[in-house]
Structures are given as C-alpha cells and as structure tokens.
C-alpha cells in the first residue's frame, strides 16, 4: 500500500459519488459542505456553531458564511444558546427540514441506484470492505463506531420480539425489574403487531454494524389527536453515539408529520439518561406519582412536548 494507492482510490470515490459537482449530482444548489452541515442540523436537535465547526472540523469563518447564507434564504434560525448564551443555537425552520428532507431523499436515491449495480452475491463483501476501511483509517478512534454510523430502519422479522427480550433482561440487569415489566412489554409490542395503523403509528429499530442496538415506538394514544412514546432503549455498548436523539428526534418529526398536536410518554424518575434527551427535545414533565410496579418503589413521571411549537 503507497500514498498514490490511496490517492487513486479518493479520485475514483469522488468521481462516484459526484463530490466535486455535488449540486448538480443531486439537483440541488448546495455544495457537499452545506449539505453535510445541513445533515448535521436535521439530527441533532440543539446544536450551536460550536459543535457544527467540531464535528465537521471547518474553519469559523467559512461555517459562518455557510450560516449566513442559510438564514438569508430561511432555512436556519439562530438564537443564545440555553447551555451558554455566549453560543448561538442554530436550529431548522420549516422550510430548512424539508430541504434537508428532501436532500436526503436524493442522496439515497443515488446510493440506491449505485448499489443496485452490484450483485445480491457481493454486498456482504463490499459491506464488509467498508468497515475495514473505515476502522483501519479512523486514527484515534480507530475500532470505535460513530454517529454517523448508525442506521435507523423499520423492523424486520423477529425485531419486535427482540424489543421484548432486550427490554426484559435489560431492566432486569440496571434496575432489578422483575417479570411483570417483561410482560407490560410483551403485551405492548403485541398489541402494535396485531393491529396499527401504519400511517400513524411506528417502530424504528436503531442498527450498527448489522445488529439490533436500539428502538422506540410511536402510537396513538386514548386522547384525541396525542401520540405515545414508547419502549425507547439503547444498548450498554452502544450508548454515547447519540442514538437516544436520534430515534426520539425521529418520533417528535414523525408526529409532527402525520399531524398529532400533542406527544406524550410515560417513565420513572431513575431512568436519569432518558429524562435528560426528553427535556433536550422539549418535553415538559406534567405530573409525577409515587407507585410500586415491576417488584420496586418508583415514581412514575408522565412528560408532554406541545408539537405545535417549534424548539
């Protein structure tokens, strides 16, 4: 392996993937920067120039112009950020999340069409190939997964049984919950699987590395026009990539979509981790109660994000 060995494959990537006329490869006129930074700001919810200039490792003034450009045409809106009012929030209007939207769209379109030259026989392969390259190149972080990484996808066979499981043996390891919290799953995962309407109603199965690692579900609740969260889990070595944003993030936009005015979720005080990406996506805690449930004394929290207002 030589330098001019990875410096050919970088010419051949880019031609593929359209980088260097990246507007006109997606028919859109946005630079592969400015979608990469509008891609950052569609999944993460509270992001402040700060973080974008870290994780895109860009210099302050050209995201700045970027920025810039992105609020003169009303797609971002920035305000003193709620962590340090020294920052600037930076969050998507309306019209930068369907541009956002649609972006995404187009690149898996032309993911698609790319993948589709390749044989069923050798995706494994060509999988597995980019694994390698991503871990044999990622330096310090060499072995370790990233954000960007994970996939969220609709569930397949068995991964609705696999919620059960790995809600069962999970709370069962960190909060000593007996059987009757596998059975409050179990029925609840029944229930979606027997009937629902797809429409309205959702699971997302969070993947890495080509395994199960997280979910959450979307249902309709008893009040009129109100969604339910349900089930959100991220597994112990998975945790840290942000998954719990990213799946709640999907059921707050998903909800919003299909038009529900209110989205509610029930949870317990000591689910510390949870509670903190609720109230980073904007929910309120509206009531809590002392109950003993699953074999513990707990205090039940029930939590409303209003989806009428924007965050």
Request: charged residues 30%.
């Amino acid at each position: 392996m030589t330098v001019q060995d990875i410096r050919a494959f970088n010419r051949f990537y880019t031609n593929v993937i359209g980088a260097l006329d990246y507007s006109r490869h997606l028919y859109a006129p946005f630079t592969l920067t400015e979608s990469r930074v509008l891609y950052e700001l569609a999944h993460s919810p509270r992001t402040d120039a700060a973080d974008l200039r870290g994780e895109l490792s860009l210099d302050a003034g050209y995201l700045s112009r970027i920025l810039n450009r992105f609020e003169q045409d009303g797609l971002i809106e920035r305000a003193p950020s709620q962590r340090d009012p020294r920052r600037r929030q930076v969050t998507l209007t309306v019209r930068g999340r369907e541009t956002a939207d649609l972006l995404a769209e187009r690149a898996d379109e032309s993911v698609g069409a790319l993948l589709a030259t390749v044989p069923d026989a050798d995706r494994p392969r060509l999988a597995e190939a980019l694994r390698t390259v991503r871990t044999l190149l990622s330096g310090s972080d060499r072995g370790r997964s990233r954000p960007e990484d994970v996939v969220l996808r609709e569930p397949g066979p068995g991964d609705l049984g696999w919620i059960v499981q790995r809600n069962a043996a999970l709370y069962a390891a960190e909060y000593d919950f007996n059987a009757d919290y596998e059975g409050l799953v179990a029925r609840i995962v029944a229930d979606f699987a027997e009937d629902h309407d797809p429409h309205l109603e959702r699971v997302w199965i969070a993947e890495l590395d080509g395994r199960a690692v997280g979910c959450v579900m979307c249902v309709r609740d008893d009040a009129p026009g109100t969604a339910r969260l349900r089930l959100l889990l991220v597994e112990p070595d998975a945790r840290g990539l942000r998954i719990g944003d990213q799946l709640v993030g999907e059921v707050v936009e998903f909800a919003r979509g299909v038009g529900y005015r209110d989205l509610v979720l029930w949870t317990n005080d000591i689910l510390g981790a949870a509670r903190r990406i609720y109230q980073r996506h904007g929910f309120v805690l509206s009531a809590e109660k002392p109950h003993r449930s699953f074999g513990k004394d707990l205090v039940g929290q029930d939590w409303r994000l209003d989806l009428h207002q924007r965050q």
